[in-house]
């Protein structure tokens, strides 16, 4: 069966600080993968998506960028953060343009 | 660019009483997803809805896409302290991009 990991699962970080957030998929091959942040109380906003390996499609212009640099890895990263960075972050998968998206359990980041 | 609005934002409800959140957009979807979000929590997906004015039930929960495909309802009968948590629809925009509507958080009182 599927299952996908993220780590870590819980970040407390300094403003100006880099980030790398990690999202592994197992059990299916070349699937479609998404960021998302989630503010306190909000919905989803999609940030990232990579249809491929090396391929990133960015929705959002800001201090965040992602990699593809296997199959089943998609990194999050910041060179800087900003206290507007905090969040839960959800990585996601599917298999096919309009199928079942399946998320991981996310990691709540804290800028301070 | 595609927009899928949820109503209502909040739903406070008494355990046994019904409800309904309902998703909106002004352009005609593809398809409707809908997930469940616990508090502290990842979504998880329940159904989706791809042919105009289909409906469907996973026991409590009836799921509805209107016959114009712009419109979709999740209904609960009969609500129970374990339906607490955020609906959101969804919806693909393009072919990989997923539209999340802006979700409707339930809580059921006891």
């Known amino acids: 069966s599927q299952t996908i990991h993220q780590w870590p699962a819980t970040l407390v970080q300094p403003v100006g600080s880099p980030l790398s957030l990690e999202c592994t998929v197992e059990?299916?091959?070349?699937?479609?993968l998404y960021w998302y942040r989630q503010a306190a109380g909000r919905g989803l906003q999609l940030l990232f998506y990579?249809?491929?390996?090396?391929?990133i499609s960015s929705e959002v212009p800001q201090n965040l960028s992602a990699s593809r640099p296997q199959d089943r890895q998609f990194i999050l990263s910041s060179k800087k953060l900003l206290l507007s960075d905090s969040g839960f972050y959800l990585c996601?998968?599917?298999?096919?343009?309009?199928?079942?998206?399946?998320f991981g359990p996310g990691t709540r980041l804290l800028v301070l | 660019g595609q927009q899928v609005m949820q109503i209502p934002q909040y739903q406070h409800v008494q355990e046994g009483e019904d409800f309904t959140t309902y998703c909106n957009s002004s352009t005609t979807l593809s398809n409707i997803q809908w997930y469940k979000q616990r508090p502290g929590g990842h979504p998880v997906f329940l159904i989706q809805l791809v042919k105009s004015g289909e409906v469907k039930k996973q026991k409590r929960l009836t799921f509805q896409f209107g016959e114009a495909k712009k419109n979709s309802s999740l209904h609960i009968t009969a609500t129970q302290t374990t339906d607490v948590g955020t609906y959101f629809c969804a919806s693909t925009s393009g072919t990989y991009k997923y539209i999340f509507g802006t979700g409707t958080r339930l809580k059921v009182l006891a």
């Open positions: 059990g299916t091959s070349n699937p479609n």
């Open positions: 996601a998968w599917s298999v096919g343009g309009r199928e079942t998206q399946y």
């Open positions: 990579s249809v491929g390996i090396g391929q």
